[in-house]
């Protein structure tokens, strides 16, 4: 006979005893009744899975411990499931592991707010429940949640209750994605949702099933910053290959050699971000951004298609506001970098940017350099075809350029949209107007949206067309 490893780790011979271990130790403190008012059992979750779980495999009666030691390694902690044993303040002389009372003790200790733990679902009504508190455990996981369970080992007659990780879900199968912590080979196990539902609740008398969930809600810790956390979150779920420097308010992830990206990471981000800082922004973003630098073109398009599900539509790079990334190919140079370095900038300080503005003052800096202590824009290669444009007659008005939406401005260009944005930031620049046209657009823009007006009172004319052809004579005298 083929024993199966219980929530104890002994096997049949403990079934007595653990077949209470859950309920009993909950049977002093609050029951929260199940209700499906407001859940819907249209199956309508989407997929989901978090990662960066190292497997531990429980010691004997320690399946809880151990499920929280995995979460614990997650966020980068060293407690192992004997901490988390010792955080119960349980007597070893008991000889036993934690009981879902004790296990909630422990998370208590260790900084975590697991919420409500045990529920009672009607069994006349148990399928709208269940799925009730399968949706709140869902939108844990979308929000970066695992759930300890306590459940059924298996659907054998007289089966133990064991407690298990549940870091996923994969809507196109209906499964549940878990951490097996009684087996070796446990990490990323899957379950038919169905067969979680009949598993899940313990059944201890017929008409009032209880359910037990712990959600993993850690407290921060105030001696880390974000970014620390962050960054130790990260380390566990880049590829193989690749290593992850902070530079505030940024990580930085490249797969070149480690000191190479720490290389980058100073003499390009924050090199940019303290000059950008120093210039034009007082608010670093809002979020954190991770900078990814891949290597040469093939890891770019690989990395960014299977992370992201994203096709590049640019050789160099790109920015994401929705995934929170930086993206490049730095073989092409670090022109891009600093580019898309902007744009987070400028929306932790002014959101309200027209898109004109955000890629021109971007573009600038896609071709840097230092000027009596002062990051400044060079002379680059959008220059060849601003000059085609002018020549040919092509090129649209100031007020016809600041005037566009965004659709307009990356879906209507002519082709001359960036670099003609580009090369009024670098005119201003080299007049020393860059900065207080900046401030001034950001001061005005109630007023002025879109920043036409100011680009007037900053320039001191009142004559932009005959600014213009100025300009434009003076855009045709400059070499790259």
């Not at 566990?236 to 480690?258: H, R």
């Not at 290597?295 to 992370?307: E, G, N, P």
Request: glycine letters at 6%; hydrophobic letters at 35%.
């Amino acid at each position: 006979m083929v024993h199966r490893w219980s929530r104890t780790g002994w096997g049949w011979g403990a079934v007595l005893i653990f077949g209470i271990c859950c309920v009993f130790s909950g049977c002093a403190q609050t029951t929260y009744i199940a209700t499906a008012g407001s859940q819907s059992a249209v199956n309508t979750w989407d997929s989901v899975q978090l990662t960066g779980f190292p497997h531990v495999r429980q010691k004997p009666d320690f399946c809880g411990e151990a499920c929280v030691e995995m979460v614990l390694k997650q966020m980068g902690r060293p407690e192992t499931q004997d901490d988390v044993f010792a955080a119960t303040g349980l007597d070893p002389a008991l000889n036993r592991g934690a009981w879902t009372r004790d296990l909630k003790v422990a998370l208590e200790n260790l900084n975590f707010t697991p919420g409500p733990v045990w529920y009672t679902v009607d069994a006349k009504r148990s399928r709208p429940q269940l799925d009730g508190l399968w949706t709140d455990l869902h939108k844990d996981l979308k929000a970066g949640i695992p759930s300890i369970v306590c459940m059924h080992y298996d659907d054998q007659p007289q089966t133990t209750e064991h407690f298990r990780l549940i870091t996923g879900y994969d809507a196109a199968r209906d499964e549940v994605i878990y951490q097996e912590p009684a087996e070796s080979n446990g990490a990323d196990r899957r379950m038919a949702r169905t067969t979680f539902l009949k598993l899940w609740p313990l059944k201890y008398e017929a008409e009032r099933w209880t359910v037990i969930r712990f959600a993993m809600r850690a407290i921060p810790d105030p001696k880390r910053t974000p970014l620390e956390s962050h960054i130790d979150a990260l380390r566990k779920d880049v590829p193989n290959g690749f290593s992850v420097v902070a530079e505030p308010p940024f990580a930085v992830v490249g797969d070149e050699a480690p000191a190479r990206v720490q290389q980058r990471a100073t003499h390009t981000v924050a090199w940019a971000v303290k000059h950008l800082k120093k210039q034009y922004f007082a608010n670093d973003p809002d979020e954190i951004y991770d900078i990814w630098l891949f290597k040469d073109s093939k890891s770019y398009h690989h990395h960014a298609k299977a992370r992201w599900g994203v096709e590049p539509d640019t050789p160099y790079g790109y920015a994401s506001s929705q995934d929170k990334v930086l993206v490049m190919n730095i073989s092409t140079g670090g022109g891009t970098l600093v580019h898309e370095i902007v744009h987070p900038y400028i929306a932790a300080n002014f959101p309200q940017s027209p898109s004109w503005f955000n890629e021109g003052l971007a573009s600038l800096y896609e071709q840097s350099a230092e000027r009596d202590g002062s990051i400044v824009g060079l002379t680059n290669w959008r220059l060849a075809g601003l000059q085609r444009t002018i020549r040919a007659g092509r090129l649209p008005s100031f007020k016809t350029l600041t005037a566009t939406t965004t659709r307009q401005f990356y879906d209507e260009d002519p082709g001359s949209h960036y670099a003609q944005s580009r090369y009024l930031m670098y005119y201003l620049q080299e007049k020393g107007l860059l900065r207080s046209y900046y401030h001034g657009f950001v001061k005005n823009h109630p007023t002025d949206p879109t920043g036409y007006a100011t680009l007037k009172q900053t320039l001191g004319v009142t004559d932009m067309a005959a600014f213009q052809r100025k300009w434009e004579q003076w855009i045709l005298t400059l070499k790259y």
